[in-house]
Structure formats: C-alpha cells, structure tokens
C-alpha cells in the first residue's frame, strides 16, 4: 500500500555551519570588539551571551539570518527571553524544534479528515504515516498539508508506492 511520512527535521550539520559562521562574523564585527561575546552550542539548543540587550539582540539577528540562509526554516527556532546570567551578563537561550508534537499531529489529522480525502493519517513517535492505496491521494495530501499553517516545518520522505 503506498504511503510517505510527514516528519519535521533539521540538518544538524547545516546548523553547526551556521553558528560557526555567525560566531566568525561576531568576532569581526566592530561593534563586537573588546566585549565578552559568546555562542554557545551543545547539539540541542544555542545559547547567546553578552554583557547588554542590544549585543545579545544583535546576536540572534545574526544567527537568524545565517540559519535563514543555511536553509533552516525560520519556525525550527524558538527564542525564549532574554536572561540575567550574572556577573552583569544576559544570556539568551536559542531551542531547535524537531518532531511534530501531539497538538501539531492532531491539527494536521483532522485538516486531512475533513478534506475527505481517501488517506489514511496515523501517529508514529514524533512523526506521522500516511497511507493510500492511490499515490494521486497521496500527492493531494501532500498538497493539502503544505498549504497549511502549521507551527513547525513539515518534510514530507518515504514515499513508496
């Protein structure tokens, strides 16, 4: 029976890319000079230090724009509020969003279900399988997913007829 799945991942390899490169433009950057600047980066979030609101904004900016233009969609990132850190430092914690969450997969059941399409959604982990005996339902789907405004980035792989 063909089916694809519906996961939301990120390369990770291309994130690494990213922040070293916006490390590297923090490093030369005038404005930037003589502070105690830092990204730090532990596979599962990125954390922004600097000693005032604009260094740390300035910042997030950069590593917005150098993940934008890695390819890493914008929703994958959650920047949570700016912190004291200590020692007259603010710290910004950056969170990468991978998997779809059980809200998300709901919202994205019950958009195929009411399309009436002849699909058939289940959950699986921190993905969701779809599956059809027609691949023209299934690109439909695909379709109709894509158009939705969804809180994390969708990748639709796997599809076998």
């Known amino acids: 029976m063909p089916s694809f799945d519906i996961v939301s991942e990120i390369d990770i390899q291309e994130v ?18 003589g502070s105690k600047a830092e990204v730090l980066w532990d596979k599962k979030e990125v954390t922004l ?3 005032d609101d604009y260094k740390v904004g300035a910042m997030a900016s950069i590593l917005q724009t150098k993940l934008h233009r890695r390819g890493i969609d914008i929703k994958a990132i959650k920047f949570e509020k700016i912190e ?3 020692g ?9 969003v991978q998997g779809i969450d ?13 399309s009436k399409l002849k699909v058939q959604p289940q959950v699986a982990d921190d993905k969701l399988k779809v599956s059809s005996k027609s691949i023209d339902e299934l690109q439909e789907c695909i379709s109709l997913v894509r158009g ?14």
């Open 16 to 33: 690494d890319n990213a922040i070293n490169q916006a490390r590297k433009e923090i490093e030369a950057r005038y404005d930037f000079k």
């Open 49 to 51: 230090t600097a000693e």
């Open 84 to 86: 004291e850190a200590g």
């Open 88 to 96: 007259r430092m603010l710290r910004q914690k950056v969170t990468l």
């Open 102 to 114: 059980r809200e998300v997969a709901k919202d994205i059941i019950k958009l195929i279900k009411d």
């Open 148 to 161: 939705g405004n969804f809180p994390v980035p969708l990748q639709f792989n796997n599809m076998r007829a």
